[in-house]
């Protein structure tokens, strides 16, 4: 029998350079929703050995103590104070998203592909990066109302493709679009079922001082403006008024309102909203123990109370930075009852979904990215009292009606104990069907294989350069308009960019003299600074040309560290 010869196309499979890949979120070892989004994606692509992988971590710093489970390249972001490059990183909000540092990375990893997660306000520098027609861009934005806004939806428009977290935030987005954005799919986030499952309830429940008959309602929220903290606390006053008009004493002293959330913050003031409702018996609240690490709930006393484990006055509520572990969350999800999600507004709301893995039932407001929850795990969809435009987002927000939550309280909590079993083994089952980490990455791979088995690869060898813009050049005699289309024809060789809404919101300010900078403050604005932005960006263009052509090599610390990095690995 002679040799089989493989055939051709089996030698450019085997010489074919992998799909390099590049993420820009918060660091994969921050426990934050985008930071966790990361650490399960990144590890599932690392695993198949298929691509070429480099993470640009916002809130990441050089050598950092929490990098050691990155098993990829790693760009740090950040700097710390003492460093006399924090001056330069504080001077914009958006470099502690990256935009300071971006071109570098980019030129030095030449990344195929560009993956972003975050929040519109955090990806948005990477349209206007004069690299930007190098990489293939995907963005899946948080969509948590509608409308978005026209830059917005301008700006997803330019990507080469869109996921979302959720159905709801697709169809926003398809329908404000008229279908022309390059959707892909819903990729939610999914769960660590290892960590967020049903437990012993009763053991937690004695462990927190919270007695086995209690009726719990939950919520996990941070204490922010958009989140309803006044208003939940409306709603169980209402509760607990009805149950006093009722002469039900049975159960307005054993139901609890559980709030897990921080203060001080840049939020509500709780012990206000407390009095004011007169809740203060009524409202338990998450402690965290910052000498000994008791995790321990209780009555509000105060943003700090002595432990009662090892007796110091150390004992706070959980923020951001200093929060409980993901398996200490879990324990205080098991407490719950029902969990409530209530907001105007929300782009995911990731504890609804953690909630309920755990086996507990949900009621939630029926607007944005919520009413995946309804659709998906069979949510009590909490009626719209009313809705209104947000002068900051001019985007749609809503208030929940506290009544119709009430009514559902009370009906719930007056179920018999089979009934509310079935329904937290109801809510337990449809989670992990709907929110499992390998189904969301089967989608990534699905659609980042399509893209190598198409050939595609970067060309960073390509590219021009435009011709300077002299910004004292000017013709009065004719529009606004015309010289504005001149320029982008002749300097920046492209005159589709005249529909480009930021650059016709900038000809529109030039044409009315001033620009809105914020909802308070008003600055004046003609075509001269229109000018100057195009030459801004014509000068990037050129420099970064300049770089790449020059093969220029960096030395800085967070390049050089991301080297040493990956030879580790």
Same mark, same amino acid.
């Given at each position: 029998?002679?040799?089989?010869?493989?055939?051709?196309?089996?030698?450019?499979?085997?010489?074919?350079?992998?799909?390099?890949?590049?993420?820009?979120?918060?660091?994969?070892?921050?426990?934050?929703?985008?930071? #966790?989004?990361?650490?399960?994606?990144?590890?599932?692509?690392?695993?198949?050995?298929?691509?070429? #992988?480099?993470?640009?971590?916002?809130?990441?710093?050089?050598?950092?103590?929490?990098?050691?489970? #990155?098993?990829?390249?790693?760009?740090?972001?950040?700097?710390?104070?003492?460093?006399?490059?924090?001056?330069?990183?504080?001077?914009?909000?958006?470099?502690?998203?990256?935009?300071?540092?971006?071109?570098?990375?980019?030129?030095?990893?030449?990344?195929?592909?560009?993956i972003d997660i975050r929040d519109y306000w955090m990806t948005a520098y990477q349209r206007t990066s004069p690299l930007r027609k190098f990489f293939h861009w995907v963005l899946m934005p948080?969509?948590?109302?509608?409308?978005?806004?026209?830059?917005?939806?301008?700006?997803?428009?330019?990507?080469?493709?869109?996921?979302?977290?959720?159905?709801?935030?697709?169809?926003?987005?398809?329908?404000?679009?008229?279908?022309?954005?390059?959707?892909?799919?819903?990729?939610?986030?999914?769960?660590?079922?290892?960590?967020?499952?049903?437990?012993?309830?009763?053991?937690?429940?004695?462990?927190?001082?919270?007695?086995?008959?209690?009726?719990? $309602? =939950?919520?996990?929220?941070?204490?922010?403006?958009?989140?309803?903290?006044?208003?939940l606390f409306a709603t169980f006053r209402i509760i607990l008024d009805k149950l006093e008009a009722n002469n039900n004493k049975e159960l307005a002293d054993k139901i609890f309102l559980y709030?897990?959330?921080?203060?001080?913050?840049?939020?509500?003031?709780?012990?206000?909203?407390?009095?004011?409702?007169?809740?203060?018996?009524? $409202?338990?609240?998450?402690?965290?123990?910052?000498?000994? =690490?008791?995790?321990?709930?209780?009555?509000?006393?105060?943003?700090?109370?002595?432990?009662?484990?090892?007796?110091?006055?150390?004992?706070?509520?959980?923020?951001?930075?200093?929060?409980?572990?993901?398996?200490?969350?879990?324990?205080?999800?098991?407490?719950?009852?029902?969990?409530?999600?209530?907001?105007?507004?929300?782009?995911?709301?990731?504890?609804?979904?953690?909630?309920?893995?755990?086996?507990?039932?949900?009621?939630?407001?029926?607007?944005?990215?919520?009413?995946? #929850?309804?659709?998906?795990?069979?949510?009590?969809?909490?009626?719209?009292?009313?809705?209104?435009?947000?002068?900051?987002?001019?985007?749609?927000?809503?208030?929940?009606?506290?009544?119709?939550?009430?009514?559902?309280?009370?009906?719930?909590?007056?179920?018999?104990?089979?009934?509310?079993?079935?329904?937290?083994?109801?809510?337990?089952?449809?989670?992990?069907?709907?929110?499992?980490?390998?189904?969301?990455?089967?989608?990534?791979?699905?659609?980042?294989?399509?893209?190598?088995?198409?050939?595609?690869?970067?060309?960073?060898?390509?590219?021009?350069?435009?011709?300077?813009?002299?910004?004292?050049?000017?013709?009065?005699?004719?529009?606004?308009?015309?010289?504005?289309?001149?320029?982008?024809?002749?300097?920046?060789?492209?005159?589709?960019?005249?529909?480009?809404?930021?650059?016709?919101?900038?000809?529109?300010?030039?044409d009315y003299g001033f620009v809105q900078n914020g909802p308070t403050s008003i600055l004046g604005y003609g075509f001269q600074d229109l000018k100057e932005y195009i030459k801004t960006n014509?000068?990037?263009?050129?420099?970064?040309?300049?770089?790449?052509?020059?093969?220029?090599?960096?030395?800085?610390?967070?390049?050089?560290?991301?080297?040493?990095?990956?030879?580790?690995?």
């Open positions: 029998m002679g040799v089989l010869t493989p055939p051709p196309y089996f030698y450019l499979l085997m010489t074919k350079p992998k799909l390099k890949i590049l993420m820009c979120s918060e660091a994969s070892f921050i426990n934050s929703g985008f930071g #966790i989004y990361t650490k399960e994606l990144l590890n599932r692509l690392y695993d198949t050995d298929k691509y070429d #992988i480099a993470e640009f971590a916002s809130y990441g710093f050089v050598n950092d103590p929490r990098d050691t489970s #990155i098993r990829w390249k790693y760009y740090a972001n950040a700097v710390k104070d003492g460093d006399p490059r924090h001056k330069e990183y504080s001077s914009r909000g958006d470099n502690q998203f990256g935009r300071w540092r971006f071109e570098k990375v980019l030129l030095d990893f030449k990344p195929d592909v560009v948080t969509v948590d109302s509608s409308p978005q806004q026209e830059e917005w939806i301008d700006t997803f428009l330019d990507a080469d493709a869109i996921f979302t977290y959720s159905d709801w935030g697709a169809k926003v987005l398809k329908d404000q679009a008229s279908g022309k954005i390059n959707y892909i799919d819903t990729t939610s986030p999914g769960i660590d079922c290892n960590v967020f499952k049903p437990k012993d309830r009763n053991t937690i429940r004695s462990n927190f001082g919270i007695s086995e008959d209690s009726f719990v $309602v =939950g919520s996990v929220m941070r204490n922010q403006k958009r989140k309803l903290i006044p208003e709030l897990h959330t921080s203060y001080p913050d840049m939020g509500w003031d709780i012990p206000e909203i407390l009095r004011q409702n007169r809740l203060t018996n009524k $409202v338990l609240f998450t402690y965290l123990c910052k000498s000994c =690490g008791k995790v321990s709930c209780s009555k509000f006393q105060g943003p700090s109370k002595v432990c009662d484990r090892c007796l110091a006055k150390a004992s706070s509520f959980p923020s951001v930075t200093d929060g409980v572990s993901s398996e200490e969350l879990s324990n205080i999800y098991n407490i719950f009852d029902l969990y409530v999600q209530y907001s105007i507004c929300e782009g995911f709301g990731m504890p609804q979904v953690e909630a309920g893995a755990c086996g507990v039932p949900i009621a939630t407001v029926n607007y944005s990215a919520m009413c995946d #929850i309804v659709d998906r795990l069979n949510a009590y969809p909490i009626k719209i009292k009313s809705a209104f435009k947000e002068l900051e987002t001019k985007a749609i927000r809503v208030y929940p009606d506290n009544q119709d939550l009430a009514e559902y309280i009370l009906d719930l909590a007056s179920q018999p104990k089979p009934i509310l079993n079935k329904k937290r083994f109801e809510t337990h089952e449809l989670t992990h069907k709907h929110y499992d980490w390998n189904n969301t990455f089967k989608k990534w791979e699905k659609y980042l294989d399509s893209l190598d088995s198409s050939g595609y690869r970067s060309n960073w060898n390509t590219g021009e350069y435009l011709e300077p813009l002299n910004t004292q050049i000017n013709n009065p005699s004719n529009s606004n308009f015309d010289n504005l289309l001149h320029i982008l024809n002749n300097n920046m060789k492209n005159a589709s960019m005249i529909g480009d809404q930021k650059m016709l919101e900038l000809l529109n300010s030039s014509i000068d990037n263009n050129n420099q970064a040309k300049q770089a790449k052509d020059s093969n220029i090599t960096f030395d800085e610390d967070f390049i050089l560290y991301s080297k040493l990095k990956n030879k580790q690995q």
